[in-house]
């Protein structure tokens, strides 16, 4: 009993204080790890220092896994401006197939690795006959700036607003915090063959996209 006593005290008389370690009211957000640099990014979600994130309920409209596109369905179509500041329309890639990746931002570590990926890879893609697009909410300057910067030779399309990200019904990522990484297989006419979402493994869309590709 006195061991007990003794082990108590130290307990309470310590300058660690351990009745405040855990907090059960503390909100999940604020257990992130904050960054003292002024434009943290994390795959593809851009943070000031001064910022914060709320995760809503998950019952919230916005964290949905099923998309609006799906296998063997035509997607909704589209015209967006490219890097150069050009309208582009969907229907313009029939007659060959298409590799369309939406992806969260541009220059996040996540997003510039898929983007060099689908660069190393741009040959085995012309040599399968395929066109790959990129698409993100990012402006045309932006991605003007990111495709020279790491020399990316296909086209980058701007979705400011994610109008077509919400038509196509592109999932959401990290409670509906983050835009998802989906990638789609078109064959030449324009019909979906293949969805991926992986948004930690940038990587895998372009090994995966590719088996595809080989296969029709």
Same mark, same amino acid.
Request: one cysteine or more; proline letters at 6%; a positive charge.
């Given at each position: 009993m006195a061991s007990?006593? &003794? &082990?108590?005290?130290?307990?309470?008389?310590?300058? $660690?204080?351990?009745? *405040?370690?855990?907090?059960?009211?503390?909100?999940f957000s604020q257990c992130l790890i904050s960054s003292s640099s002024s434009n943290s990014q994390f795959y593809g979600l851009k943070l000031s220092s001064s910022s914060s994130v709320t995760f809503p309920s998950t019952s919230s409209k916005k964290f949905s896994i099923s998309a609006k596109v799906n296998k063997g369905s035509v997607p909704p179509a589209f015209t967006?401006?490219?890097? =150069?500041? *050009?309208?582009?329309?969907?229907?313009k890639f029939k007659g060959k197939p298409v590799v369309l990746y939406f992806y969260p931002a541009d220059e996040t570590p996540g997003?510039?690795?898929? #983007?060099?990926?689908f660069?190393?890879?741009?040959?085995? $893609? *012309?040599? #399968?006959?395929?066109?790959?697009?990129?698409?993100?909410? =990012? !402006?045309?300057? !932006? /991605? *003007?700036a990111f495709a020279k910067k790491f020399r990316l030779p296909y086209t980058l399309l701007s979705d400011e607003g994610n109008k077509i990200r919400k038509e196509w019904g592109v999932p959401s990522?990290?409670?509906?915090?983050l835009p998802g990484r989906q990638t789609y297989v078109l064959d030449k006419n324009l019909t979906v063959q293949y969805i991926y979402?992986?948004? $930690?493994?940038?990587?895998? /869309?372009i090994d995966e996209t590719l088996k595809i590709l080989q296969s029709l």
């Amino acid at each position: 009993m006195a061991s007990l006593t &003794l &082990l108590n005290h130290s307990l309470s008389s310590s300058s $660690f204080p351990i009745t *405040k370690t855990l907090n059960t009211k503390t909100p999940f957000s604020q257990c992130l790890i904050s960054s003292s640099s002024s434009n943290s990014q994390f795959y593809g979600l851009k943070l000031s220092s001064s910022s914060s994130v709320t995760f809503p309920s998950t019952s919230s409209k916005k964290f949905s896994i099923s998309a609006k596109v799906n296998k063997g369905s035509v997607p909704p179509a589209f015209t967006l401006k490219d890097q =150069d500041n *050009k309208p582009v329309s969907l229907s313009k890639f029939k007659g060959k197939p298409v590799v369309l990746y939406f992806y969260p931002a541009d220059e996040t570590p996540g997003c510039t690795k898929q #983007a060099c990926a689908f660069r190393d890879s741009y040959e085995k $893609f *012309k040599k #399968a006959g395929a066109q790959v697009v990129g698409i993100s909410g =990012d !402006s045309p300057d !932006s /991605h *003007k700036a990111f495709a020279k910067k790491f020399r990316l030779p296909y086209t980058l399309l701007s979705d400011e607003g994610n109008k077509i990200r919400k038509e196509w019904g592109v999932p959401s990522d990290l409670f509906g915090t983050l835009p998802g990484r989906q990638t789609y297989v078109l064959d030449k006419n324009l019909t979906v063959q293949y969805i991926y979402n992986n948004q $930690f493994q940038p990587e895998k /869309h372009i090994d995966e996209t590719l088996k595809i590709l080989q296969s029709l």
